[in-house]
């Protein structure tokens, strides 16, 4: 009893000691954060401007989404024409639903309409790593996971999907967080499933994440997947039916609306073979690509989930679409940042105790280097040049697509055999060393390709 008091007071130091380390870092994250708001992908202070509106930097893929639901409001057919945004001409893509979930912006200025949804994007990425995280260490508390989270937030804010996806003011991270909402939050006011089913209904791709479900055979968030999707899809054909019947007849199977696959930022299957082998040659090698990483995926969720890592079997299950959809533009790659929050994680709780903690943090610290590197953007790639480069620049500018299949490559290996401690370390310091000569090619690339 007597040492009760010590025992208390140190027990109270340690809590406050980590209180106080989460709470700096939160109040740098912060202020990373805001430096970023006001430097680059948000506020422009370029003297007094004419109007409030010129404050805000302008986003074109949000225009796009702006004037595609103005004239859905209009009655227009989205489909027939092209939106003249920032001096181009550009279509709209997306079913016709994302139209109608885009109304309440016409309310507003695009470029402050923009800022809105890049903020809350920012904030939605937050909470994505939260859950993300809490789903890893539920034993952490409250303050550990926003803290943590908040350090995971102002690293992201360097990578190129999110960068991308704040200067287009895209919808990728909005999406992303209805998945793992759906996925890994503990309750949900919908039933589970239907975020799924409603993001897939604005943006295709997200209806790969019913192979969770189907995978953890929970087929009743599957069936509520495929009721909530064609659910809003049929309410939004009755609204507009003749846009609607464009686009699952018509659009959705032109080839030509998704732009030129060869463009460095498509970092696909179908983009590695479009720059080596042109637009429209050896689909049947993508089909073969694509039905060996179903197979390869399909086992590693089955694999993961049977151990109880969803968070890292959602994340692999994003490589679905990343990977084998004609179109993967760099800023649909916002999942690394939950991966790379999830393999820290799950890292450090394994330190020490497991080989595989080793190659997860060194591949976490090697995807941010990548990912912060963005090496296709320093490659030439006007008039058809990423269809004329070597290999080494194959290296460089395919590097997303390449460093996924090194990631189910490894995780497949060691999921078969597991390694020894030392192997671990040694396959964790070759992943640093290579980081590392990342950056010095990228920076040689950098100051040789633009000098200052």
């Not at 027990?11 to 680059?40: D, E, F, N, Q, Y």
């Not at 599957?222 to 039916?241: D, H, K, N, R």
Request: overall charge positive; aromatic content about 14%; some cysteine.
């Amino acid at each position: 009893m007597p040492s009760s008091g010590p025992q208390l007071a140190a027990t109270l130091a340690r809590v406050s000691a980590r209180r106080s380390t989460w709470a700096a870092s939160i109040v740098l994250s912060v202020i990373i954060l805001g430096l970023w708001l006001v430097s680059k992908d948000i506020l422009f202070f370029r003297g007094i401007p004419d109007n409030f509106d010129a404050y805000f930097r302008y986003h074109i893929d949000f225009d796009v989404y702006r004037e595609g639901a103005k004239a859905f409001l209009a009655g227009d057919n989205l489909y027939t024409r092209g939106y003249s945004v920032g001096g181009v001409s550009l279509p709209f893509t997306y079913p016709p639903f994302a139209a109608l979930v885009f109304v309440p912006f016409t309310l507003l200025s695009v470029n402050f309409g923009a800022t809105i949804l890049c903020l809350t994007s920012v904030l939605a990425l937050w909470w994505c790593v939260v859950l993300a995280t809490r789903s890893v260490m539920p034993d952490w508390g409250r303050a550990s996971v926003y803290g943590f989270s908040a350090v995971i937030l102002s690293v992201a804010l360097l990578m190129e999907p999110v960068r991308d996806t704040m200067g287009f003011a895209q919808v990728n991270v909005l999406l992303m967080m209805l998945v793992i909402i759906d996925v890994l939050a503990r309750r949900t006011v919908l039933p589970r499933g239907s975020l799924v089913g409603i993001a897939a209904a604005i943006k295709l791709t997200p209806a790969v994440f019913g192979l969770y479900f189907l995978i953890k055979k929970d087929y009743k968030a599957a069936a509520w997947s495929v009721a909530s999707g064609i659910g809003v899809t049929l309410m939004t054909w009755l609204i507009a039916p003749q846009t609607s019947k464009t686009y699952w007849f018509e659009t959705l199977s032109d080839p030509g609306r998704i732009g030129d696959l060869t463009w460095p930022s498509n970092q696909s299957f179908r983009g590695i073979i479009a720059r080596f082998f042109g637009q429209e040659s050896h689909t049947s090698l993508w089909a073969v690509a694509c039905l060996l990483v179903f197979a390869v995926l399909a086992w590693l969720m089955w694999v993961l989930l049977g151990r109880g890592h969803a968070a890292a079997a959602l994340c692999v299950n994003s490589l679905l679409a990343l990977l084998c959809s004609p179109v993967s533009w760099s800023h649909h790659w916002v999942w690394v940042v939950v991966a790379v929050a999830v393999a820290i994680v799950t890292a450090a709780r394994h330190w020490g105790m497991s080989a595989a903690a080793y190659p997860l943090m060194a591949g976490s610290v090697g995807a941010v280097v990548i990912t912060v590197c963005s090496g296709h953007w320093l490659l030439p790639r006007y008039d058809g040049a990423p269809m004329r480069w070597n290999l080494a620049q194959h290296l460089f500018g395919d590097s997303y697509v390449l460093m996924a299949i090194l990631v189910l490559v490894a995780m497949s290996v060691w999921l078969i055999k597991p390694w020894g401690m030392l192997a671990g370390k040694v396959l964790g310091n070759i992943t640093y060393a290579v980081a590392a000569g990342w950056v010095v090619v990228s920076g040689y690339t950098l100051f040789t390709s633009y000098p200052f």
